[in-house]
């Protein structure tokens, strides 16, 4: 994608709003998240990753963060395009608040936000480069959903981001039911961190579980996962065949 | 050979910033390149933002010198309407304002270090792209390439001033030693509840790593010192 077309805005310090920028590609970036709906809410995973191309330079970037009393936002793509997407939110939630209605912006609303925000980012060719996902509970009902950067939004009941979508979704549709336990939830995302541990090259062995449930918002510590290397074939590959890999 | 003197100016650089037990210590090389001639080679990439923020440049020298003169000119108006020292967080927030929102057009990395009242010591880095982390520690530049094996191995919590400016020059040494596009000297600058401190060290003054030899004034020198034919093959 090149898009070389320049255009003068005015003074893009004073116009920040106005300035159009055409983002080319991503410098910081955060890998897959991976989600699911279960028994009291929404559980969301995320390593705590921030890859500069190949180097993984940053390891304690928080990729999950709660969004006023009711929903949870995730995301990977360009750290600096969400951090930009939470003050957009910050000031969402802030004007909510203002109200002082006794309603809230429940994960429904957030999500259609997210999405008309994508969209027309995509429209003007100057996109967000992030995949979004957002869960949440209101009123008992629990909410997934995800948004791209090209805008394609969606629900459903277990979304994964990047490397997820090829390498946790088939263990997700495997394994997935309704009325998950937080245990068995908790166990199911761990598998799939494990798989993409093992398989992205952008992942670290650091990471997150966020829940929400109607209560409201927490997120874990940071953590590690155990690895497994004892396969037999692991400690002689080449046995059979000299050269081989 | 092409030195290709039309390049823009860039500072390959290392640059790194280091918080303490009291404050932070920021250093960084002296090198600026235009193509393969070194244009500056005793460059001051610290530069002041306010009394008790400083910002360690790298990348476009042209695009980080235009940022911190609008970060300082911005903070100096925030510090009159505010009535007192500007934070490290607002500085590195009018920093990443800029960066973010002029993504296309810069390219450059800094890395904003300071000590305010509220918060004590504290590092921020801003990568491309104008994404703020605030770190223990942070490297950037072309050097600090070579330096990620060495802060994970080297970097502990609560160093003491002297510690953390001791592993701030060594680091900005051995990445000058492999790094092309970084060298001349080693400044640092100590920030902490007292003042600040600015401090020199010449190259030929820094520790010798693989393969580097013990600067002589001539062969002359080594020829007359004695010992049995050096000239011998």
């Not at chain 1, 983002?23 to 028994?39: D, E, F, H, N, R």
């Not at chain 1, 999405?115 to 995509?122: H, P």
């Not at chain 1, 090829?166 to 336990?181: F, V």
């Not at chain 2, 650089?13 to 303490?20: F, K």
Request: hydrophobic share 35%.
């Amino acid at each position: 994608m090149t898009f070389t077309i320049p255009i003068d805005n005015g003074d893009a310090l004073k116009n920040a709003e106005t300035d159009s920028q055409r983002t080319l590609y991503p410098y910081v970036t955060g890998t897959s998240i991976v989600a699911i709906k279960y028994k009291d809410g929404v559980l969301m995973a995320s390593d705590m990753g921030g890859s500069y191309g190949s180097t993984l330079r940053y390891k304690n970037i928080e990729r999950v963060k709660a969004i006023g009393k009711h929903s949870l936002l995730g995301a990977s793509g360009e750290i600096s395009d969400f951090q930009e997407i939470l003050r957009y939110l910050d000031e969402l939630v802030l004007n909510d608040n203002m109200w002082d209605d006794g309603n809230s912006l429940g994960p429904k609303e957030v999500h259609n936000y997210l999405t008309r925000v994508m969209y027309n980012r995509r429209n003007k060719f100057n996109p967000l480069w992030n995949t979004l996902v957002l869960g949440g509970v209101k009123n008992g009902q629990s909410y997934l959903g995800m948004v791209s950067m090209i805008g394609v939004s969606f629900e459903d009941n277990h979304v994964a981001t990047g490397f997820g979508n090829h390498l946790a979704r088939p263990i997700l549709r495997d394994e997935w039911h309704a009325d998950l336990s937080f245990e068995d939830g908790v166990k199911l995302l761990e598998k799939c961190m494990r798989v993409l541990l093992y398989r992205d090259r952008s992942a670290i062995n650091k990471l997150q579980i966020a829940k929400i449930t109607e209560e409201g918002v927490t997120v874990s510590q940071p953590y590690s996962l155990k690895t497994f290397w004892e396969f037999q074939a692991f400690h002689n590959p080449t046995a059979g065949a000299q050269g081989s890999w | 050979m092409d030195l290709n003197l039309d390049a823009p100016h860039s500072m390959g650089t290392t640059i790194i910033g280091v918080t303490y037990n009291g404050g932070v210590v920021l250093g960084a090389d002296s090198r600026t390149s235009t193509g393969m001639y070194v244009a500056n080679r005793a460059s001051d990439k610290i530069t002041q933002l306010t009394d008790n923020v400083y910002v360690c440049r790298s990348g476009s020298a042209a695009d980080s010198q235009v940022v911190s003169d609008y970060v300082r000119y911005f903070l100096h108006q925030h510090t009159i309407q505010l009535g007192q020292p500007a934070t490290v967080k607002v500085s590195a927030n009018l920093i990443r304002m800029l960066a973010y929102n002029n993504k296309n057009m810069l390219q450059t990395g800094l890395i904003v270090g300071g000590w305010d009242k509220y918060e004590g010591g504290k590092i921020y880095g801003i990568p491309l792209g104008g994404t703020v982390v605030e770190q223990p520690f942070a490297i950037g530049g072309s050097g600090s390439s070579y330096l990620y094996g060495f802060f994970d191995q080297a970097w502990k919590e609560n160093m003491t001033k002297e510690e953390a400016e001791q592993l701030v020059v060594k680091a900005v040494s051995l990445a000058i030693a492999r790094d092309g596009a970084s060298g001349g000297v080693v400044r640092t600058v100590i920030i902490n509840s007292e003042g600040v401190t600015r401090n020199f060290y010449p190259g030929d003054k820094l520790q010798l790593w693989h393969e580097e030899l013990e600067p002589q004034n001539s062969l002359l020198d080594i020829l007359n010192a004695a010992g049995p034919e050096p000239m011998a093959i």
